[in-house]
């Protein structure tokens, strides 16, 4: 395989006085889906806000590209072609869809088939392009965050569980959207607890447990093991 | 015995514990040690300030709230005994109602602004205790008929406290025994009372809870405890107790006005005294207020010695005016919460 | 490409009820100006002291504006911003003061020039100011709110001093401009003209903030900033050089309500700031901290109060205030129309 797009190298990240990561080693290769696995609270949200340094790495290197990105502010680390979906939406509710999506094209205006072609991805997108987005249900919202991401094409997509608590079309259109961008080129990490997605998705993944990544690999190893999972993360994720 | 009525809050630092009896020593003894009538004047002012800033730290050191309404809530006690004295007629029962009168009110006060704006965010509450302060200082002002106005409000009080009333022999180690001594240490048995039911206070569990909410109000919260609740508590005891030291500060000076108990500028000197002597601590209250009054009787001195020294220089003289005084507090003010956060008595612990 | 997903899309939630409850804030200026028009007997003296109150609403609001943004995107609440005012006035009775040719002369343009001299020089200080304050005061304690509240009011001391120092301890009296001095009269009310201009430049001023905001990327950050500031990072936008952009236009804004109510008041003092931020705490509280919408209302609703007040009964104008504050936050804790926090 080539070189990955990303990869952390022992990295610690403290929220306060709690030690979150505790040397977390990753890699996502170019091009590729990887899966973050791991049960609740073992620190999947945090590395990905660590490699977007909204919380910083106390040791550790993170390398995107061949560079160490680990002490640059949010704003570089963004520039670089990082896309960033977070696990509450992030989505600015006092604004309309065209203004979340005017504001995430960073370098100029909305490139219209791009445009285009996410409205037809998602259509509520289309339908309320007007509308505040705070008015928006639930899985619209996720709809907007993740176009939010894409309105521009980037090296890398962060997503954080885009299918938390949605119903089974709307995932399905979501998964059909990461597919379209893997076919770009794009390169994905993906954090998701729903096991028929990461299925369904993932090229790679990685376990985390306790602050570290305790096995990485290729998904379809994983998936056809039940008793490694079972061993990894304490549940069978055929049974889950 | 002596550890307990410190509520085991021990100084913890030698130095530290030095200067407190210091001045413990000499407040106790002043009219004997330091004679004189401005002397007194001085030492009257640093007992009534140290409850003062006590009462402020309580709120801000141990709670974490800023307020800019001390003032009014010291100024409610003062004029409580004003008035009391001025419609009952001179006499203690006069001084006991306006007393208890003013720190009552002082504290429903503290409790309707604490429960409007610390529900909602901390912050609320200095921007509006800066508002109703100052609303209430014009207000005071406005209706002269009942407040005396800017004039303020001069009254008698029970002869027994006023430098006609003599007793005894009349005079002890060249001191006169009068009833000004008596209303000295009226002020400072007062003013000890309070310190040490303060230090009581903050070394109480409320005052743990206080310190932890100030630590992280989330994290309190989450345990369990109403951190409105306490906060608002902390609030309407820190107001009963500066109204009270209002009300001394009222009989020791037989006159109010705004300017010697409303004014903006008592305000600052207040976060001063704070800040200086070390915020969280209560001894830094008893430092703060002895250094910053002592300071003061002198700064304005030492500043108009400075300015006739470069009076030649151009524009500098125009720096040491003593009005500017305010000015070099400020900046004081300023590097003292960014370079020494915890005060003289912060230091003092950390270089034990 | 992917077909299109076969889920009906809704929108949820809000009722019309709900959202014209959102917007129900409006309707209280409108409200207060019939109240008053009902408490004040004659209609003449009603409508001196609407147009005047109006004028002091917007006076106040251009000084509050600032201050508010700079709350919502960063946290930052500036006891200090007085300061600005204090200074932008002095600086810019000092530019008319010197510019005695031009405001004595009976010719409105000259009048205007000399005005927007002093507005212009007014801004430049206080925005230069605004960013030394930023830098040496506020910068160090981000996200300290106890130490931002003590070194702000720090700041507003040492400057209040410095302008001592600088114009000397008495009030500075001085007359408007010759053709902005006396009053039209209209429906049997005496009008002030400068009160109408005030009136007129403010609308102008408030109307052309609202279109930065709404249409322009800068005015995109800025509100996303306010809701969400970690996520506009994210996207790849320095929400700090935005801050600090913001807090040296609030700052020249404040310089510039500082002339505007210098000239209303034909007299300066250095503690002018300081009274002037009681009305502007209050305003940007019922407001809403970090809208600008709700700010232009409560200063408004601010202006009339007084103003109606004042004239029924001047003793308690300033009390009415406290009063106004008291009943929108019993009916809206977080003020008028707060802004939506993600976190």
């Given at each position: 395989?080539?070189?990955?797009?990303l990869?952390?190298?022992?990295?610690?990240?403290?929220?306060?006085?709690?030690?979150i990561?505790?040397?977390?080693?990753?890699?996502?290769?170019?091009?590729?889906?990887?899966?973050l696995?791991?049960r609740?609270?073992?620190?999947?949200?945090?590395t990905?806000?660590?490699?977007m340094?909204?919380?910083?790495?106390?040791?550790?290197r993170?390398?995107?590209r061949?560079?160490?990105?680990?002490?640059?502010?949010?704003?570089a680390?963004?520039?670089?072609?990082i896309?960033?979906?977070?696990?509450?939406?992030?989505?600015?509710?006092?604004?309309?869809?065209?203004?979340?999506?005017?504001?995430a094209?960073?370098?100029?205006?909305?490139?219209?088939?791009?445009?285009?072609?996410?409205?037809?991805v998602f259509?509520?997108?289309?339908?309320?392009?007007?509308?505040?987005a705070?008015?928006?249900?639930?899985?619209?919202?996720?709809m907007?965050?993740?176009a939010?991401a894409?309105i521009?094409?980037?090296?890398?997509?962060?997503?954080?569980?885009?299918?938390?608590?949605?119903?089974?079309?709307i995932?399905?259109?979501?998964?059909?959207?990461?597919?379209?961008?893997?076919?770009?080129?794009?390169?994905?990490?993906?954090v998701?607890?729903?096991?028929?997605?990461?299925?369904?998705?993932?090229?790679?993944?990685?376990?985390?447990?306790?602050?570290?990544v305790?096995?990485?690999?290729?998904?379809?190893?994983l998936a056809?093991?039940?008793?490694?999972?079972?061993?990894?993360?304490?549940?069978?994720?055929?049974s889950? | 015995?002596?550890?307990?009525?410190?509520?085991?809050?021990?100084?913890?630092?030698?130095?530290?514990?030095?200067?407190?009896?210091?001045?413990?020593i000499?407040?106790?003894?002043a009219?004997?040690?330091?004679?004189?009538?401005r002397?007194?004047?001085?030492?009257?002012?640093?007992?009534?300030?140290i409850?003062?800033?006590?009462?402020?730290?309580?709120?801000?050191?141990?709670?974490g709230?800023?307020?800019?309404?001390?003032?009014?809530?010291?100024?409610m006690?003062?004029?409580?005994?004003?008035?009391?004295?001025v419609?009952?007629?001179?006499?203690?029962?006069?001084?006991i109602?306006?007393?208890?009168?003013?720190?009552?009110?002082?504290a429903?006060?503290?409790?309707?602004i604490?429960l409007?704006?610390?529900?909602?965010?901390?912050?609320?509450?200095?921007?509006?205790?800066l508002?109703?302060?100052?609303?209430?200082?014009?207000?005071?002002s406005?209706?002269?008929?009942?407040?005396?106005?800017?004039?303020?409000?001069?009254?008698?009080i029970?002869?027994?406290?006023?430098?006609?009333?003599?007793?005894?022999?009349?005079?002890?180690?060249?001191?006169?025994?009068n009833?000004?001594?008596?209303?000295?240490?009226?002020?400072?048995f007062?003013?000890?009372?309070?310190?040490?039911?303060?230090?009581?206070?903050v070394?109480?569990p409320?005052?743990?809870?206080?310190?932890?909410?100030?630590?992280n109000?989330?994290?309190?919260?989450?345990?369990?405890?109403?951190?409105?609740?306490?906060?608002?508590?902390?609030?309407?005891?820190?107001?009963?107790?500066?109204?009270?030291?209002?009300?001394?500060?009222?009989?020791?000076?037989?006159?109010?006005?705004?300017?010697?108990?409303?004014?903006?500028?008592?305000?600052?000197d207040?976060?001063?005294?704070?800040?200086?002597?070390?915020?969280g601590?209560?001894?830094?209250?008893?430092?703060?207020?002895a250094?910053?009054?002592?300071?003061?009787?002198?700064?304005?001195?030492?500043?108009?010695?400075?300015?006739?020294?470069?009076?030649?220089?151009?524009?500098?003289?125009?720096?040491?005016?003593p009005?500017?005084?305010?000015?070099?507090?400020?900046?004081l003010f300023?590097?003292?919460?960014?370079?020494f956060?915890?005060?003289?008595?912060g230091?003092?612990r950390?270089?034990? | 490409?992917?077909?299109?997903?076969?889920?009906?899309?809704?929108?949820?939630?809000?009722?019309?009820w709900?959202?014209m409850?959102?917007?129900?804030?409006?309707?209280?200026?409108?409200?207060?100006?019939?109240?008053?028009?009902?408490?004040?007997?004659?209609?003449?003296s009603?409508?001196?002291?609407?147009?005047?109150?109006?004028?002091?609403?917007?006076m106040?609001?251009?000084?509050?504006?600032?201050l508010?943004?700079?709350?919502?995107?960063?946290?930052?609440i500036?006891?200090?911003?007085?300061?600005?005012?204090?200074?932008?006035?002095?600086?810019?009775?000092?530019?008319?003061?010197a510019?005695?040719?031009l405001?004595?002369?009976?010719s409105l343009?000259l009048?205007?020039?000399?005005?927007?001299?002093?507005?212009?020089?007014?801004?430049?200080?206080?925005?230069?100011?605004?960013?030394?304050?930023?830098?040496?005061?506020?910068?160090?304690?981000?996200?300290a709110?106890?130490?931002?509240?003590?070194?702000?009011?720090?700041?507003?001391i040492?400057?209040?001093?410095?302008?001592?120092?600088?114009w000397?301890?008495?009030?500075?009296?001085?007359s408007?401009?010759e053709?902005?001095?006396?009053?039209?009269?209209?429906?049997?009310?005496?009008?002030?003209?400068?009160?109408?201009?005030?009136?007129?430049?403010?609308?102008?001023?408030?109307?052309?903030m609202?279109?930065?905001?709404?249409?322009?990327?800068?005015?995109?950050?800025?509100?996303?900033?306010?809701?969400?500031?970690?996520?506009?990072?994210?996207?790849?936008?320095?929400?700090?050089?935005?801050?600090?952009?913001?807090?040296?236009?609030?700052?020249?804004?404040?310089?510039?309500?500082?002339?505007?109510?210098?000239?209303?008041?034909?007299?300066?003092?250095?503690?002018?700031?300081?009274?002037?931020?009681?009305?502007?705490f209050?305003v940007?509280?019922i407001g809403?901290?970090?809208?600008?919408?709700?700010?232009?209302?409560?200063?408004?609703?601010?202006?009339?109060?007084?103003?109606?007040?004042?004239?029924?009964?001047?003793?308690?104008?300033?009390?009415?205030?406290?009063?106004?504050?008291?009943l929108?936050l019993?009916?809206?804790p977080?003020?008028?129309?707060?802004?939506?926090?993600?976190?």
């Open positions: 395989m080539s070189d990955p797009v990869s952390l190298q022992g990295v610690h990240t403290d929220i306060a006085q709690y030690h990561l505790r040397g977390v080693d990753l890699e996502v290769p170019a091009g590729g889906v990887t899966m696995l791991g609740n609270g073992v620190g999947k949200t945090t990905l806000r660590t490699i340094g909204l919380w910083r790495a106390k040791e550790g993170v390398v995107f061949g560079e160490d990105i680990a002490a640059l502010p949010t704003p680390i963004a520039r670089r072609g896309g960033f979906v977070p696990e509450d939406m992030g989505i600015f509710s006092d604004l309309s869809v065209e203004e979340n999506m005017t504001l094209a960073v370098s100029g205006p909305i490139d219209a088939e791009r445009l285009d072609w996410l409205q037809s259509p509520p997108l289309r339908t309320f392009w007007k509308k505040e705070g008015t928006l249900s639930g899985g619209q919202k996720q907007l965050s993740v939010r894409m521009e094409k980037r090296r890398l997509y962060l997503i954080d569980e885009p299918t938390k608590g949605l119903a089974p079309a995932v399905a259109t979501l998964a059909g959207a990461l597919r379209a961008l893997k076919q770009e080129g794009a390169s994905i990490l993906l998701e607890q729903n096991f028929s997605v990461a299925k369904a998705l993932g090229d790679t993944c990685a376990v985390m447990d306790d602050g570290r305790v096995w990485a690999g290729e998904m379809a190893t056809g093991d039940t008793a490694l999972q079972e061993r990894l993360m304490g549940l069978s994720m055929e889950a | 015995m002596l550890t307990r009525l410190i509520s085991g809050d021990r100084p913890r630092s030698i130095v530290l514990t030095i200067i407190l009896l210091a001045i413990l000499g407040l106790a003894l009219p004997f040690l330091f004679p004189g009538i002397s007194l004047e001085t030492a009257a002012r640093i007992c009534i300030f409850v003062l800033v006590a009462s402020y730290d309580l709120m801000l050191g141990y709670g709230i800023v307020s800019f309404a001390h003032t009014m809530f010291f100024g006690g003062a004029y409580g005994v004003a008035l009391a004295s419609h009952m007629g001179r006499g203690f029962d006069a001084l109602v306006g007393t208890l009168a003013g720190a009552v009110a002082a429903v006060l503290a409790l309707l604490g409007f704006s610390l529900r909602v965010r901390a912050i609320f509450f200095a921007m509006i205790t508002a109703v302060a100052s609303a209430v200082a014009v207000l005071v406005q209706l002269s008929s009942l407040t005396g106005g800017e004039d303020g409000l001069n009254y008698q029970p002869r027994a406290l006023t430098p006609a009333f003599k007793f005894a022999d009349g005079r002890l180690f060249d001191v006169s025994l009833g000004k001594l008596l209303n000295y240490y009226l002020v400072f007062s003013a000890l009372i309070l310190f040490l039911l303060l230090l009581r206070i070394n109480s409320f005052g743990r809870v206080l310190q932890a909410i100030r630590e109000d989330f994290r309190a919260e989450a345990i369990g405890y109403r951190v409105v609740y306490y906060r608002t508590a902390a609030t309407c005891i820190s107001a009963a107790v500066a109204a009270i030291a209002g009300s001394l500060f009222a009989i020791w000076l037989r006159y109010v006005g705004p300017d010697t108990t409303l004014s903006f500028e008592i305000m600052i207040i976060l001063l005294m704070v800040v200086i002597g070390g915020m601590t209560m001894y830094g209250a008893v430092i703060g207020a250094v910053f009054i002592i300071a003061q009787n002198y700064l304005q001195e030492l500043m108009a010695v400075a300015a006739s020294a470069t009076a030649k220089v151009p524009v500098l003289p125009l720096f040491f005016d009005d500017r005084w305010l000015l070099w507090l400020g900046v300023v590097l003292s919460v960014y370079f956060p915890t005060g003289i008595v230091r003092l950390q270089g034990r | 490409m992917t077909a299109a997903p076969d889920h009906a899309p809704t929108i949820t939630g809000l009722s019309t709900q959202r409850q959102r917007h129900l804030p409006l309707l209280l200026v409108p409200l207060l100006v019939v109240v008053g028009y009902l408490a004040i007997p004659a209609t003449s009603w409508l001196t002291l609407t147009v005047s109150g109006l004028a002091m609403g917007m106040i609001f251009i000084m509050a504006s600032g508010t943004l700079v709350f919502g995107l960063m946290d930052v500036n006891f200090g911003h007085g300061a600005f005012i204090s200074v932008g006035a002095f600086v810019g009775v000092s530019i008319l003061l510019l005695g040719s405001t004595g002369a009976p343009a009048n205007i020039a000399a005005v927007l001299v002093a507005v212009a020089g007014a801004m430049a200080a206080t925005a230069v100011m605004g960013w030394i304050f930023e830098r040496v005061i506020v910068k160090p304690v981000y996200g709110h106890l130490k931002q509240i003590l070194v702000t009011m720090g700041g507003l040492i400057v209040e001093q410095l302008i001592l120092i600088v000397g301890p008495d009030e500075i009296f001085f408007r401009p053709m902005l001095k006396g009053a039209i009269t209209f429906a049997g009310a005496a009008i002030e003209k400068y009160r109408l201009l005030a009136v007129g430049f403010g609308l102008v001023l408030f109307l052309a609202i279109w930065v905001l709404r249409s322009t990327k800068i005015g995109l950050i800025v509100r996303a900033g306010v809701q969400n500031g970690e996520m506009v990072e994210a996207l790849g936008y320095r929400l700090r050089i935005v801050f600090v952009a913001v807090f040296i236009a609030g700052s020249a804004l404040a310089g510039l309500g500082g002339v505007m109510w210098a000239l209303y008041q034909e007299v300066i003092t250095a503690h002018m700031g300081q009274e002037m931020m009681v009305l502007v209050i940007v509280i809403g901290l970090g809208s600008v919408e709700g700010c232009f209302i409560g200063a408004l609703l601010v202006g009339l109060l007084q103003n109606y007040v004042g004239f029924i009964e001047p003793k308690v104008a300033l009390i009415s205030n406290i009063g106004l504050l008291v929108i019993m009916w809206r977080q003020g008028m129309l707060p802004v939506v926090k993600a976190k």
